[in-house]
């Protein structure tokens, strides 16, 4: 995983508007092809969302996957939704999120529901809580749902 301070880039479409909100997906065959891969994928990770900052005034590129010209914009990374144990969660707190509070049997009744799967990609990482959200109902162990944003 790369995580930053600082925010990230990516070639895009024209005409975003700042404040649109994507989530990335990965790259495709043709982005594996393309000598600017790097710029539109090396900074962003799968499953996650980015908000629109603002196209630069760097210089457009022609995108094979798109079929046109595409412009470099600056995004940053969306707060996400975790998991932590109930006594920990306070606003504006750092914390550090451990591979061990992402722990789930694979025949919880809550599964889909459960967002625990950001923990495992962010395991090892530091947080800021930004909203205590709700406590969320697991049979293993006291949980809250929060929603953080990462710091490193």
Known sequence: MRWGKLNKYSYLS????????FTYLGETFECTQCSNRK?????LNI???YRILKMTEGESVYCMLRGEKVFLYEVSPE????LAPRGRVKEGA???IKLDD???KTDCERLGECPVLFNVLI????????E??????CSEKKLSLVRVEILD
Request: charged share 25%; aromatic share 8%.
């Open 14 to 21: 024209r005409g975003i508007k700042p404040g649109s909100v």
């Open 123 to 130: 395991a090892d990482r530091k947080v800021r809580v930004l």
């Open 39 to 43: 710029v539109c994928h090396n900074t």
């Open 94 to 96: 750092i914390m550090e």
């Open 47 to 49: 499953g996650f969302s």
């Open 132 to 137: 205590r959200l709700e406590d969320f109902n």
């Open 79 to 82: 707060p996400i939704v975790l």
């Open 102 to 104: 992402a722990f789930c």
